[in-house]
Structures are given as C-alpha cells and as structure tokens.
C-alpha cells in the first residue's frame, strides 16, 4: 500500500474553531488531493496540488485552503468550520496526472 | 470528464466470476477508464485501469469494447472480502487530475 498517512483519524470540534487536517506521504509523488465524502454525493474533490506551493481548487472548495510547503505534506485547513462541514475526508496522491490515485484511511470530522 | 452509469447494487456467489459493468457512452478518444474499490469506510483501493485495450492485474480483468463505450470490471473468483462498493471513472489523460466519483455498485459477494 502506498505510504500515507492522515492526522488525526477522528476529531471533534465546535462550530467556528479552525481545524487543519495533515497528510503525509513517503512516496515521494507530485500530486496530492482532498476529498470529502458525504452519504449521496460520493467522493468530491476539495483541493488538489500539481507540486510545491502549487495548488487549485476542486468542486467543493468553498471554506477550505490548502497549503503545501513541502513534498510531503499537504494540509487542508477549515479556517471557521460549520456543520455543514462534517464528513470524511481523505487524502490522496499520484505519481503523474493520469497515475492511478491511492487514498489514505481518511479522517472522520464531526462539527458541532 | 465523460460521466458514468452503473448498477446500483449486484450479487455474486462466493468463487464464482464477478462482472460489474460501467457505461460511459460519452467517452473521448483520450479519457482512461479507472476502477476502484471501497470497503466499509476505508479509502478507495485502486484496482486497474485502461485507454483501449483490455488489461489484466492481479486483482482483475478490464474489458473495454471496441467503441469504448462500455466497460466490464471481472473479479475471476470472488471472495467475501470482495464485498465493496465498486466505482467506475474515465477521466483525461491529462490536463485535469480530478476524478468524478459515481455512487458505484454495492457487490455482495454470498457464501
């Protein structure tokens, strides 16, 4: 399995309290994503990253960014998280852009 | 992305074949088809994919048709543990590294 790892697993936070959700690769791959995956919609792309400080929107960005200052690591922040924000998210990375993607086991966010 | 239709749901005997079939009758010239797994809440697994020809894994066969309109995903000899929701997706060959995920197939493999 590809090496990625996503922190925490479970979280639980208050309405209006910033949250950043890490994921970590050895793999050494260029290109990282997040998804949310909420009952009847599938997995949705929030953000997504072609390489260090290069990043673009998905279809569901709207109150996330995303940060990636090294190879590594690739975060996703919910700078004021809502309800409406509760889901799980995974992470995932490829090596070329129509590399298969591999998923991390995701983290399971609940807002309150 | 060319969008995809699939069962919602199907069955399959423990050891028997498992052929779970994906239209994407709006597919380009140069759009792959990919198939993953998921199984209760983990994350999607990889399993193949493929541009025209068929293709073979360890973990399945892929059958393309000839117009690439449609796709078969073969489990040669399903076990329990191949119960998952199954999604089929095509997506460019670059330009875009976005998949859009369907709702998939829920199989359940019976003992």
């Known amino acids: 399995d590809a090496g990625i790892t996503q922190s925490p697993r479970h979280k639980v936070t208050e309405t209006g309290t910033p949250v950043t959700l890490r994921c970590h690769q050895t793999?050494?791959?260029?290109?990282m994503y997040w998804y949310r995956q909420d009952p009847g919609h599938g997995l949705r792309l929030i953000h997504y990253?072609?390489?260090?400080?290069?990043?673009d929107k998905g279809e569901v960005s709207d109150g996330y960014s995303v940060s990636r200052s090294k190879t590594e690591d690739f975060l996703l922040t919910l700078e004021s998280a809502t309800s409406s924000q509760t889901s799980v998210y995974f992470c995932?990375?490829?090596?070329?852009?129509?590399?298969?993607?591999?998923f991390g086991d995701g983290t399971r966010l609940s807002i309150l | 992305d060319a969008k995809t239709t699939q069962p919602p749901s199907m069955d399959c005997a423990e050891g028997r074949a498992a052929n779970l079939p994906c239209n994407h009758s709006?597919?380009?010239?140069?759009?792959?088809v990919y198939w993953y797994r998921q199984i209760h809440s983990q994350g999607p697994q990889y399993i193949i994919h493929?541009?025209?020809n068929n293709e073979t894994n360890e973990m399945a066969s892929l059958i393309i048709t000839e117009d690439r309109k449609s796709s078969t995903l073969i489990l040669p000899h399903a076990t329990l543990r191949d119960t998952a929701v199954y999604y089929c997706?095509?997506?460019?060959?670059?330009?875009?590294?976005?998949?859009?995920f369907g709702t998939g197939t829920r199989l359940k493999v019976l003992a």
């Open positions: 997706i095509v997506r460019l060959t670059s330009g875009t590294y976005k998949y859009i």
């Open positions: 793999e050494n791959h260029r290109y």
């Open positions: 493929g541009l025209k």
């Open positions: 995932a990375i490829s090596a070329g852009d129509h590399q298969p993607q591999h």
């Open positions: 709006t597919i380009s010239g140069n759009e792959y």
């Open positions: 990253s072609y390489g260090v400080k290069d990043t």
